[in-house]
């Protein structure tokens, strides 16, 4: 009987211990945690690099299925030393799986610079809304680097049945009302309100809030999978529309932290 | 729920049980309806659960058809699985007069999970094919391999067996990207137990 105690207990633990024993396609909690991918980890990566008078980032986004050309993307960035940081629009993963993660995670930690996040609408599925807070981190966030206020937030209103509350503009009215503490504004997410996708009833105020920010440089989105630069609105204000990695191109942005309503974007192919 | 499925469960098995109660039941196997199970399993894992319960069938004599009912608890996603699974044994070695160990059986599974956000028919707020995989229903194939003892003494057979498996996204993630990903990375593992009832001999001739 104790040597039956004994194998059970060794093959309990063999199997409780291996994360290959997997419960679901969509299950949670059950990968490592890695306190190195986290959104709070990577800010605080950027607000600790030295000041520059110019700042390079990587926008890009839509890496759902597309590791080998991630692959490639993470080897150029690293191979450029100018650059800062890189921005990632949306659609991390693709069915909501945490498998995807995992391998996409593996790929986005090789990168020399910190990494950001915007969760997109394939993020949001199935179990992907917890994950994405599990593994990064809250959906809407900001922080202020170089007196650049990035707002970060969640615009996948389908996800959420155009319930009125994806985007929460509320949430981003409260990021943009201590003026004294930022110069300028970097608007991030994954849908762009100008899309289908995005809550149609909402288009109007949230135009009309990236519109009346302090400075704001451009909004970034992704989901389209192709790049654009573009003004929409005829309100002056850019929306840059970021390119999937199976396009094999990603967009440098430059802006001049002394004259901050100045941007370049460059598209650099890989 | 679980005292119906539970007494469901073992009413089959008692009747099952008693068809190998004699010396010779051959005749009053025969005459057992299609739907009592010739084993019950349990499983860890696989995909199908935290632990996936459920009946088995022999089809023919190398080949098996389960269907198993898993939970996953809130903790880990709270989803309820059915499960379909079919396999043939490609590799039976007969060990002893009271084990056999199945090298290699090989079969496909359909997976269905139910779940906050996982859906048999995507919702209306969707366009039409605005996402192409139904995302409730996984497939795909498995290996087991299985060690069967029969004890001297009692009259079940206990099965056990390990499983790998993968399934169609994993592997339509896969196959775009064979430089990164390792199919070491979309493979993973179920065991379990299997139990027939029957005495050595009955369940030789029927494996």
Known sequence: ?270 | MFRKLKNLLVLTFLIRFSAFAGTDSSAEEKSNPWYIPDGLSIEYAGGFGLLSGGALYNWTKNSEIGISVGYVPTHYGRIWTTNFLCSYNLLPVSLNKNCELHLLKAGIFFNFNYGKNIYLMWPERYPKNYYWWNSSLRSGPFVDTELKVKPAKGKFSYTFFFQCLTNDIYLYTYFPNTRFIRIWDVVYFGAGIKVHAGTASQIRSRM
């Open chain 1, 1 to 270: 009987m104790g040597k039956i105690s004994v194998y059970v207990t060794c093959l309990f633990l063999l199997f409780t211990s291996c994360d290959k024993f997997q419960y679901d396609v969509y299950e949670t909690n059950r990968h490592k945690k890695d306190v190195t991918v986290t959104t709070s980890y990577n800010i605080d990566r950027l607000l600790h690099l030295p000041w520059k008078g110019t700042l390079k980032l990587v926008f890009m986004g839509d890496t759902q299925r597309f590791y080998d050309d991630v692959e490639d993307l993470v080897e150029t960035v690293n191979a450029m030393p100018e650059v800062d940081a890189v921005f990632i629009t949306g659609d991390i993963g693709d069915f909501g799986a945490e498998f995807e993660y995992e391998l996409i995670n593996k790929q986005l930690k090789l990168l020399k610079v910190p990494f950001i996040t915007a969760i997109g609408n394939h993020d949001c599925l199935a179990n992907g809304t917890e994950l994405y807070e599990d593994i990064y981190g809250p959906l809407n966030y900001s922080f202020t680097w170089n007196g650049i206020r990035f707002i970060m937030h969640n615009t996948n209103s389908r996800e959420f049945n155009f319930n009125g509350h994806v985007p929460d503009l509320d949430w981003m009215q409260q990021q943009l009302t201590d003026e004294q503490n930022f110069e300028s504004c970097i608007f991030v997410s994954h849908v762009p309100p100008y899309h289908e996708d995005f809550d149609s009833s909402l288009e109007n105020a949230y135009t009309s809030i990236i519109r009346n920010a302090k400075n704001t440089i451009f909004s970034a989105n992704g989901h389209r999978h192709d790049f654009e630069l573009s003004q929409p609105y005829a309100d002056s204000i850019w929306y840059l529309n970021t390119s999937s990695p199976s396009n094999r191109i990603f967009s440098l942005v430059s802006i001049n932290v002394s004259e901050v309503e100045e941007f370049t974007c460059t598209n650099i192919s890989y």
